[in-house]
C-alpha cells in the first residue's frame, strides 16, 4: 500500500450515504402528508357553504327544534337530519342534553347551551324557509335559597336565529322572536341563493309547512299568532 493509499478518507463515502438516507426520510414523510394531510383549523366549517342557527334562552329548559325547507321540497329536522345539501348538527332537547363539563377536583358543572345548527354543504338554486316549532316547556329543577323548588317555563322566552355564509364568512341576517305556547310554530325567515350559492336575499312572508308527524303521534296544526 502507497503512502497516498493511507491518507485516503471516507468522509466522502459517508456523506453520500447521509444525504441519501436524508432523501428517503424526505420523500417518506411527504408521501405520508399526501395520504393523510393534516387538518387544519377551520376544515370542518369550510365545506359548508350556510349555516342556519338558532338559539334559545339558555336558562329554559325547553325543547325547541329548528325545520328547514329546501326548494326542491327537501325538509331537514330532528325527524330527518339530512336532507339534500341539508344537514342537522344536534337536536337540542334543553339541559337534558347539555354538555357536562368535569372540572380539575372532579366535579361537573352543567354547561348550558341551548343552539341547533342547520348546515348547507351546497345549495339548490331557491328559496329556503326556516321555522322553529316548540316541541315542549319542561318543568325545572331549580335551587332556591330553601331548597329545591320546582319552576315551570310558562313566561314567554324568544328565539333568535341567524343566516350565516361561510365563504366569504358573512352573517346575513339575524331575527329574534317570541315564543309562548308548547306546540307552536314560528315562521322565521327565508332567504333566496341562485347558482353558484350567491346569496340574493331575506323574506319574511310567513311559512306553515311542519306537518310531519311529530314523536308524540300527533299533528301540530300552524298558528298564526305565532309568526
Given at each position: ?19 441519501l438516507v436524508i432523501g428517503f426520510v424526505f ?14 383549523k377551520g376544515d370542518v366549517i369550510k365545506k ?180
Open positions: 500500500m502507497s503512502n497516498r493509499d493511507k491518507f485516503k478518507s471516507s468522509i466522502g463515502f459517508t456523506d453520500l450515504l447521509f444525504n420523500l417518506f414523510v411527504t408521501a405520508f402528508l399526501l395520504i393523510n394531510p393534516i387538518a387544519k359548508a357553504e350556510y349555516l342556519i342557527v338558532i338559539e334559545w334562552d339558555n336558562f329554559r329548559n325547553d325543547d325547541v327544534d329548528l325545520w328547514v325547507k329546501d326548494p326542491q321540497g327537501n325538509i331537514v329536522s330532528f325527524i330527518a337530519k339530512a336532507a339534500g345539501v341539508m344537514n342537522l348538527e344536534k337536536d337540542d332537547l334543553g339541559y337534558s342534553n347539555d354538555v357536562l363539563e368535569k372540572r380539575r377536583n372532579g366535579d361537573t358543572a352543567l354547561i348550558l347551551l341551548n343552539r341547533e345548527v342547520v348546515t348547507l354543504r351546497g345549495t339548490v338554486p331557491g328559496e329556503y324557509e326556516v321555522m322553529a316549532h316548540v316541541y315542549a316547556r319542561k318543568i325545572t329543577l331549580t335551587k332556591g335559597a330553601e331548597g329545591e323548588t320546582l319552576y315551570r317555563n310558562d313566561g314567554e322566552g324568544s328565539i333568535t336565529a341567524q343566516l350565516i355564509k361561510i365563504n366569504p364568512y358573512v352573517e346575513l341576517h339575524t331575527v329574534k322572536k317570541p315564543y309562548i305556547d308548547e306546540g307552536q310554530q314560528i315562521s322565521l325567515f327565508r332567504f333566496t341563493v341562485k347558482e353558484n350559492n350567491d346569496f340574493v336575499g331575506i323574506s319574511n312572508a310567513p311559512s306553515a309547512f311542519i306537518t310531519n308527524r311529530n314523536r308524540r303521534g300527533a299533528y301540530e296544526p300552524f298558528r298564526p299568532g305565532g309568526n
